[in-house]
């Protein structure tokens, strides 16, 4: 999963995201790049126009709605059905990219966690799930300070869950 949340686990508003941190916005671009990525039917509609599908990555959308149109992406009825994708074409690390029912969603079976931290409090009706820090390890932490593009301060953190 890769994700960014404030300190008070929000994460999105009004089918977006209520901060604008480039460097963030970089960090997901590089570390998805070719990859499949998965994602709700709310996350994709929240992309702009030009982000739909996002370039270079294959793009998976989960809807309910057997008729649902995406241009560009794949549109799969379950997690597992995206899944199931990614792994018969051989794909070594396929990322969900939210938004929070799907989070919580694939929580369970995840085993990397890619979470910036923002040192702020959002306004905001979508969360990201609460994980047992007993069952997942933070194992790397990059912090990155304010600046007249980076309003807010933050950490881009890696988690790994413990598989014994
Ligand atoms: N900060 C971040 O890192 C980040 C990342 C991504 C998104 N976001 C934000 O998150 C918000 C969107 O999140 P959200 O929780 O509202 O929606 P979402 O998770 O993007 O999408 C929810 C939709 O996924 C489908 N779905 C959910 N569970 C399903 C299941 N078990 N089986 C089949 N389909 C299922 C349903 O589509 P149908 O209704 O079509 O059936 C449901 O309406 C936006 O504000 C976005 O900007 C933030």
Do not use: C
């Not at 992309?47 to 998976?60: D, E, G, M, S, W």
């Not at 995206?82 to 990322?95: G, R, S, V």
């Not at 369970?108 to 409090?121: P, Q, V």
């Amino acid at each position: 999963m890769i994700a960014a949340m404030g300190s008070n686990r929000v994460i999105g508003k009004d089918n977006d995201i209520p901060w604008h941190l480039p460097d963030d916005f970089k960090f997901f671009k590089d570390t998805t790049k070719s990859h499949y990525v998965i994602m709700g039917r709310k996350n994709w509609e929240s992309l702009p126009a030009k982000l739909q599908p996002l370039p270079n990555r294959t793009n998976i959308v989960i809807t309910r709605q057997a008729d649902y149109k995406a241009p560009g992406a794949i549109i799969v009825p379950t997690l597992n059905a995206a899944m199931k994708i990614a792994k018969e074409a051989k794909e070594e690390e396929a990322f969900v990219i939210g938004g929070g029912e799907i989070y919580r969603m694939a929580l369970e079976t995840s085993n990397r966690i890619y979470l910036t931290e923002i040192n702020e409090d959002f306004d905001g009706q979508v969360t990201f799930p609460e994980f047992d820090k007993t069952e997942w390890k933070e194992t790397s932490r990059v912090h990155h300070g304010t600046d007249d593009q980076h309003e807010f301060e933050f950490d881009f953190v890696t988690y790994e869950k413990n598989l014994h």
